[in-house]
């Protein structure tokens, strides 16, 4: 008895539903991994504008915290401050305006100010005049609220967001009391 052998032929290479479900596959992998790396960039992105905002904000509330916690009665010196007051605020359309007496007698003023467009925090003591936040800072709204009963305090708000894409926008909202430390 002569077996024969039979010989099988063997298949090479994919066939064209293995290639494509493959390649749909690695397809799938890439589009998803570069969604979750947009993702991620955009995330760092809003993270460092709240970052500046809050640093230029905190930069801007340590200024007046200083200064208004040092701030005295009026001698009449500032024109907008009565005689034996410690502070007026007079919305001038824009925003309000903080105005007051400093330690060293300067006529101090707080205000918004527009400045290229974006709107800044603006202070003027006697006749010098800065901004002391950033032109990539918009300050959307200040107000400024008096307690006069017993010890002077100033509660002050404001509304700011980074300028650039609005997707990393950093809306901030912020609200803080500041009390005079002038007893007589």
Do not use: W
């Not at 002569?2 to 298949?11: A, G, N, S, T």
């Not at 993270?47 to 007046?64: P, W």
């Not at 915290?65 to 907008?80: H, L, N, V, W, Y």
């Not at 527009?114 to 003027?124: A, E, Y």
Request: overall charge positive.
């Amino acid at each position: 008895m002569i077996f024969k052998r039979q010989i099988k032929r063997q298949k090479t290479g994919f066939s064209l539903i293995e290639v494509l479900v493959s390649v749909s596959l690695f397809v799938i992998i890439v589009v998803s991994s570069t969604e979750i790396f947009r993702m991620v960039i955009g995330s760092q992105r809003e993270a460092i504008a709240n970052q500046n905002v809050q640093e230029s904000l905190k930069y801007f509330y340590e200024v007046l915290s200083k200064e208004i916690r040092m701030a005295r009665r009026s001698d009449g010196t500032c024109p907008q401050v009565p005689l034996n007051q410690m502070f007026v605020v007079i919305n001038n359309g824009v925003s309000d305006v903080l105005y007051f007496q400093n330690y060293y007698g300067q006529c101090v003023t707080y205000e918004l100010a527009v400045d290229g467009g974006t709107q800044r925090f603006k202070i003027t003591r006697d006749a010098d005049t800065d901004f002391i936040s950033p032109n990539k800072i918009f300050i959307e709204k200040l107000s400024f609220i008096l307690n006069n009963v017993g010890q002077s305090s100033v509660t002050v708000y404001l509304e700011a967001h980074a300028l650039g894409d609005k997707r990393f926008r950093a809306d901030m909202d912020i609200q803080t009391t500041i009390t005079s430390r002038y007893y007589k």
